[in-house]
């Protein structure tokens, strides 16, 4: 899920422990607004070493075991009110 860099770091870290994310995938600088993350982190800088490995061509989702039900992606309100709140997208 993507975060806005320009959130602040409270907004920021409220959002990575509600979501609990197996990985962040980020560049050097923004992770100089996050505090030390508790997931392992993949720099943006570092992708041309790792993507040797991944498939040349897309997958299909049915081949992966998706459907239009899974998950596509969590957007996060303003930080107008007390906390941010999260909303859930599916595929569909």
């Known amino acids: 899920m ?3 860099p320009g959130y602040s770091r409270e907004c920021l870290n409220y959002i ?4 609990v994310p197996a990985l962040l995938l980020a560049d050097a600088h923004g992770l100089q607004v ?3 993350p508790s997931v392992p982190v993949i720099l943006l800088e570092d992708l041309p070493l790792l993507t040797g490995e991944l498939p040349a061509g897309d997958l299909t989702p049915a081949s992966i075991g998706m459907s239009v039900n899974y998950l596509a992606y969590v957007i996060y309100t303003s930080e107008s009110t007390s906390q ?5 997208v599916e595929h569909r």
């Open 84 to 88: 941010p709140n999260g909303v859930m």
């Open 16 to 19: 990575l422990g509600d979501v």
């Open 34 to 36: 996050l505090d030390t």
């Open 2 to 4: 993507p975060l806005d």
